[in-house]
């Protein structure tokens, strides 16, 4: 009898130190794989749509100043892409990439493909610009149209003398369909240039896209968990508010709520002008991004609360590439 306890409680450990095992295999973030210490809140903040505007430029220009952020992408096909490009062309290893934009959101101020539009014309509305909404590019456009003006952004930035830190995607359009998921992948390790390939084998962090309408099959998971460069954990936008410091309140409150490992916020600075304005109703929004980094409650959260601030650029030299 002794001896069947013996062996009962024997079993008893074995299977408590496979489930150990299990669950430790699963707290095993990305961040970790990189080199970041277990149980870390890692942020890759990110200004989203650089060139779009002048005043977008302004503000991510006065952020990598200050060093108060210092990752960003740019919107190749908008009037104003090429002034950020040529000035990223005279800093010390930038971490400014380009933002994929299949996309033209605004209902004045718009624009068209960079690429030949003969070879693309399921990319272009009735006005003769992109279209307004993911919807109708994954509509309208094939994978291979995509791919196509994927390409000639990416290119158009490499022939101006830059090579970009990393590739994004504008309004989520490149994860709008599972045959533009693989494009994205794949153009990414093709030119060795890192894409925000989110982790989804969390069935929290999938279920929480798959509740915001991106198609997120088990095929998709797989692409992903297949893809060699490497992969955030989370992703997430740094929250509307009524106020700046609602606004502030609820970028705080997205943090805590945020589990270990890496997570890009993105979010869309830009100065204040009667110009931005005319162009969108969300102005206050970014006006309010441009100055959240900056303030010294936000750096004092983040040095409070441990969080761990990094860049693309960093991500890629711990990967090794």
Same mark, same amino acid.
């Given at each position: 009898?002794?001896?069947?306890?013996? $062996?009962?409680?024997?079993?008893?450990?074995?299977?408590?130190?496979?489930?150990?095992?299990?669950?430790?295999?699963?707290?095993?973030?990305?961040?970790?794989?990189?080199?970041?210490?277990?149980?870390?809140?890692?942020?890759?903040?990110?200004?989203?749509?650089?060139?779009?505007?002048?005043?977008?430029?302004?503000?991510?220009?006065?952020?990598?100043?200050?060093?108060?952020?210092?990752?960003?992408?740019?919107?190749?096909?908008?009037?104003?892409?090429?002034? $950020?490009?040529?000035?990223?062309?005279?800093?010390?290893?930038?971490?400014?990439?380009?933002?994929?934009?299949?996309?033209?959101?605004?209902?004045?101020?718009?624009?068209?493909?960079?690429?030949?539009?003969?070879?693309?014309?399921?990319?272009?509305?009735?006005?003769?610009?992109?279209?307004?909404?993911?919807?109708?590019?994954?509509?309208?456009?094939?994978?291979?149209?995509?791919?196509?003006?994927?390409?000639?952004?990416?290119?158009?930035?490499?022939?101006?003398?830059?090579?970009?830190?990393?590739?994004?995607?504008?309004?989520?359009?490149?994860?709008?369909?599972?045959?533009?998921?693989?494009?994205?992948?794949?153009?990414?390790?093709?030119?060795?240039?890192?894409?925000?390939?989110?982790?989804?084998?969390?069935?929290?962090?999938?279920?929480?896209?798959?509740?915001?309408?991106?198609?997120?099959?088990?095929?998709?998971?797989?692409?992903?968990?297949?893809?060699?460069?490497?992969? $955030?954990?989370?992703?997430?936008?740094?929250?509307?508010?009524?106020?700046?410091?609602?606004?502030?309140?609820?970028?705080?409150?997205?943090?805590?709520?945020?589990?270990?490992?890496?997570?890009?916020?993105?979010?869309?600075?830009?100065?204040?002008?009667?110009?931005?304005?005319?162009?969108?109703?969300?102005?206050?929004?970014?006006?309010?991004?441009?100055?959240?980094?900056?303030?010294?409650?936000?750096?004092?959260?983040?040095?409070?609360?441990?969080?761990?601030?990094?860049?693309?650029?960093?991500?890629?030299?711990?990967?090794?590439?």
């Amino acid at each position: 009898m002794k001896m069947k306890k013996n $062996l009962l409680f024997l079993s008893a450990l074995a299977v408590a130190a496979i489930l150990t095992a299990c669950s430790s295999d699963k707290k095993i973030t990305n961040a970790e794989k990189l080199g970041f210490s277990a149980g870390k809140k890692v942020i890759l903040l990110h200004c989203d749509d650089g060139g779009m505007c002048n005043e977008a430029n302004i503000a991510i220009r006065n952020y990598f100043e200050k060093g108060d952020i210092q990752s960003a992408a740019v919107m190749v096909p908008c009037p104003y892409s090429g002034d $950020l490009v040529e000035w990223a062309k005279t800093l010390d290893s930038p971490d400014i990439g380009v933002h994929l934009t299949l996309t033209s959101e605004w209902k004045d101020y718009r624009w068209g493909p960079v690429s030949d539009t003969s070879k693309v014309p399921g990319l272009i509305d009735p006005e003769g610009k992109m279209w307004h909404d993911v919807p109708d590019v994954i509509i309208h456009a094939s994978a291979e149209e995509a791919e196509t003006e994927v390409r000639a952004q990416i290119n158009k930035v490499l022939a101006m003398g830059y090579a970009p830190s990393h590739i994004d995607t504008h309004m989520g359009t490149m994860y709008g369909s599972i045959d533009y998921i693989k494009v994205f992948l794949k153009i990414a390790q093709e030119y060795n240039i890192p894409a925000n390939a989110i982790d989804l084998s969390d069935p929290a962090i999938a279920e929480n896209f798959k509740q915001q309408g991106y198609p997120i099959t088990p095929e998709v998971v797989e692409l992903l968990n297949q893809y060699s460069l490497p992969r $955030l954990d989370n992703f997430s936008s740094v929250p509307d508010g009524n106020s700046y410091e609602n606004k502030r309140e609820n970028f705080f409150k997205l943090l805590n709520s945020l589990n270990p490992g890496i997570t890009e916020i993105i979010f869309h600075p830009s100065v204040e002008t009667d110009n931005l304005k005319t162009i969108t109703d969300s102005w206050q929004q970014r006006v309010w991004d441009a100055q959240l980094f900056s303030d010294p409650v936000v750096k004092s959260f983040f040095k409070d609360n441990d969080i761990i601030i990094t860049t693309w650029k960093e991500i890629m030299k711990r990967h090794g590439k």
